[in-house]
């Protein structure tokens, strides 16, 4: 199983960025999916989270309103759009799967998650 976020980089605030989250060797049908970020010297934060059927999903308080989580199946790929970003929005991005659903992994910084991508870097300044 494989996981591979994209789409990161430096935008101004203000500005979008839409991140991808391409998946192999797992059906994304039968997954949960979240996306999380951590900056140095911080824990691992849930930005977003959205399970198997797309039926759940969760926004941290400090996203609702601005991203927006997604998930093709057939695609195998997951995104998480970002709007109107902040500087404190800046952090490596990374997206993760569980089996069904994502419990209270969103909320827990990741824990449980089964698998884990490397991050995508998301720099937000002027």
């Known amino acids: 199983v494989q996981l591979q976020a994209s789409g990161g980089g430096l935008v101004q605030p203000g500005g979008s960025l839409r991140l991808s989250c391409t998946t192999s060797g797992l059906r994304l049908g039968d997954y949960a999916i979240g996306w999380f970020r951590q900056v140095p010297g911080k824990g691992r934060e849930g930005v977003s989270c959205?399970?198997?059927?797309?039926?759940?999903?969760y926004y941290a308080n400090s996203v609702k309103g601005r991203f927006t989580i997604s998930k093709d199946n057939a695609k195998n790929t997951a995104y998480l759009q970002m709007n109107s970003l902040k500087p404190e929005d800046t952090a490596v991005y990374y997206c993760?799967?569980?089996?069904?659903?994502?419990?209270?992994?969103?909320?827990?910084?990741?824990?449980?998650?089964?698998?884990w991508g490397k991050g995508t870097q998301v720099t937000v300044s002027s």
């Open positions: 959205i399970s198997s059927a797309g039926g759940s999903i």
């Open positions: 993760a799967a569980q089996e069904i659903a994502y419990g209270s992994s969103c909320t827990d910084g990741g824990y449980g998650m089964d698998y």
